[in-house]
């Protein structure tokens, strides 16, 4: 019985979990027609296409938009950008602290894509990829 | 003067902002006169943040002790941490969008040619990028021959506790000064890395015991990956004009042939390269191979690798020898076949990334398969082998910042 109990619990809290996604969002007049693959090369330094905006580390919209796109773990993550930092081959991208500073960064640039929850979306961004 | 007026306008704009709202009495408005005013705040704070210039270390040190002195890697018997000890600070300049300036200082507990964290420059170059996305440089930069090759030294970026040495010290020369152009474009569902470098590098190895400067001139070569990021395929193949100041400086034909796959789709990780290293004269061709399998539970990674390598052309060296000059006026005569080199290599450790940018390794090695060399080893006497396997335990940590 109790463990049948706390296997609701853990279903109740599983259950946004397995529904969290984000949308890539992009300038209304700025990059558009990416698919996955673009933004996976955009986000792990292969294509110069754009320019990526991360969402900082430990945000939720972080996670998701790694297990879509990119399939890397965080640790993953800082091995691939340390090698490529030291070998001079690029930078990590810059990094956004919340979903409005985010929307506020690619507001502003033309040229940078972003991601968010697509209830955070609104008319100051436009939608160009979703799960 | 400038900064006095626009403070006091931004005052006299948030008055009107407060007493606006106020009189319309309405918190929508003020609502979006604030996020406005924080998004421009943003934007004053992310052009502040652009920086020209960028920092960034890392850092490596550990315990390695072996089961006798044969010198696998250096360790031997009497455990020691210092020789897994390294720094290295990186500063970057930016000098304009795509033009950039690059230096690496590392500083090394101990190595060969190198004394005790003496700090020496190992990476010094100009970058720049071109419209079309080539990007050229020129200075001291990393002989781009192994898949690890550039980040050789950066512990954090390599699965291994221990680079599998078969393949990675067959070269021992690391760095060469000259120019290397390197150009990416799509190709497939993946993207192709086309890379062009040529130069000079020298420095002074010990080999077969015996020190001495090894040169490396009209250094050219070519490297051509592929990644889908699920796969990567890498062939690499680089020629140069040899010599080797204790077998009297001749310059021989030296070439370089590599090829390396790689698989990782986030849980299960392999790596193989195979390589062979042909030199003219009496020095020994080698040909090596390694193959390392990881899988990530969580952040845990065990993995095992095997590694191999063999001299080719051992018969040239039989019943040969050549004089070597230990100290001035001494001279002695030595067999060829003290440079044949033969080992196979066993390794079973685990990568644990403690948190972003920390990672904890432990490994144990198993070095054996001599034939009738002393397998590369330096404590291993060439002329008499003594031992015929080895034990490596390493642990180490190794960070990025």
Redesign the interface.
């Known amino acids: 019985m109790k463990s049948l109990k706390s296997l609701a619990v853990v279903l109740m809290l599983a259950a946004p979990l397995a529904n969290a996604e984000v949308v890539i969002i992009a300038h209304p007049n700025g990059v558009s027609g990416l698919t996955e ?1 673009d933004v ?2 955009i986000y ?1 330094n ?3 296409k754009a320019t990526p905006i991360e969402m900082a ?1 430990g945000m939720s919209e972080r996670r998701d938009f790694h297990d879509w796109i ?11 950008w ?2 490529q ?5 690029g ?1 990590p991208p ?1 990094e956004a602290s919340s979903p ?2 985010m929307k ?2 690619i ?2 640039d033309p040229d940078a894509i972003g991601y968010v929850s697509p209830q955070d979306v609104d008319d100051s961004v436009k939608v160009i990829l979703s799960p | 003067m400038r900064h006095t007026l626009s403070r006091r306008a931004s005052l006299a704009l948030s008055v009107a902002l407060i007493s606006s709202g106020a009189l319309a009495q309405s918190n929508d408005e003020r609502l979006d006169a604030l996020e406005s005013r924080v998004d421009s705040l943003q934007q004053d704070l992310r052009a502040a943040g652009e920086q020209r210039v960028t920092f960034n270390g890392f850092l490596s040190t550990g315990y390695a002790r072996a089961s006798n002195d044969a010198g696998f890697d250096g360790v031997t018997e009497e455990s020691e941490a210092q020789s897994l000890t390294l720094f290295g600070l990186q500063g970057r300049f930016d000098i304009s969008d795509s033009t950039n300036a690059t230096v690496q200082l590392l500083s090394f507990g101990e190595d060969s040619g190198r004394s005790d964290f003496a700090t020496q420059l190992e990476w010094g170059y100009i970058s720049h990028e071109l419209q079309n996305g080539l990007r050229v440089r020129a200075g001291q930069m990393r002989i781009p021959l192994f898949m690890y090759s550039d980040s050789l030294d950066l512990g954090y970026a390599q699965p291994w506790a221990r680079s599998p040495g078969v393949v990675y010290n067959q070269v021992t020369l690391s760095n060469y000064t000259g120019v290397d152009a390197a150009k990416r474009f799509s190709l497939g569902g993946g993207s192709v890395r086309a890379q062009a470098f040529g130069g000079h590098s020298s420095e002074e190895q010990t080999v077969a015991g015996q020190p001495g400067d090894i040169e490396l001139r009209n250094l050219v070569g070519g490297v051509l990956s592929w990644s889908d990021y699920t796969w990567t395929l890498r062939g690499v193949a680089a020629r140069a004009d040899t010599s080797f100041e204790f077998l009297g400086n001749d310059e021989v034909d030296g070439e370089f042939y590599g090829l390396g796959v790689e698989y990782d789709d986030g849980s299960l990780m392999a790596i193989s390269e195979v390589t062979r290293r042909e030199v003219g004269g009496i020095f020994a061709d080698t040909d090596s191979a390694y193959a390392t399998v990881g899988y990530r539970i969580d952040g845990v990674m065990p993995y095992a690798t095997v590694g191999w390598l063999e001299s080719q052309d051992d018969n040239l060296r039989s019943g040969q020898a050549f004089s070597v000059q230990p100290s001035p006026g001494v001279t002695s005569s030595i067999p060829a076949a003290v440079l044949n080199e033969q080992r196979t290599v066993y390794s079973l450790g685990a990568r644990y990334d403690v948190m972003p940018g920390v990672a904890l390794k432990a490994d144990w090695t198993h070095a054996r398969n001599f034939g009738d060399t002393n397998g590369g080893l330096s404590g291993n006497g060439a002329l008499t082998p003594t031992f015929e396997h080895t034990n490596v335990y390493t642990v180490k940590i190794d960070a990025a910042f």
Do not use: P, V
Not at chain 1, 70 to 80: C, K, N, W
Not at chain 1, 85 to 89: P, Q, R
């Open positions: 693959g996976r090369s792990l292969r294509s110069g580390q990119t399939g890397r773990s965080e640790s993953q993550l800082q091995s691939f340390s090698q930092t030291f070998t001079g081959e930078e810059e409005s500073a506020s960064i507001a502003n």
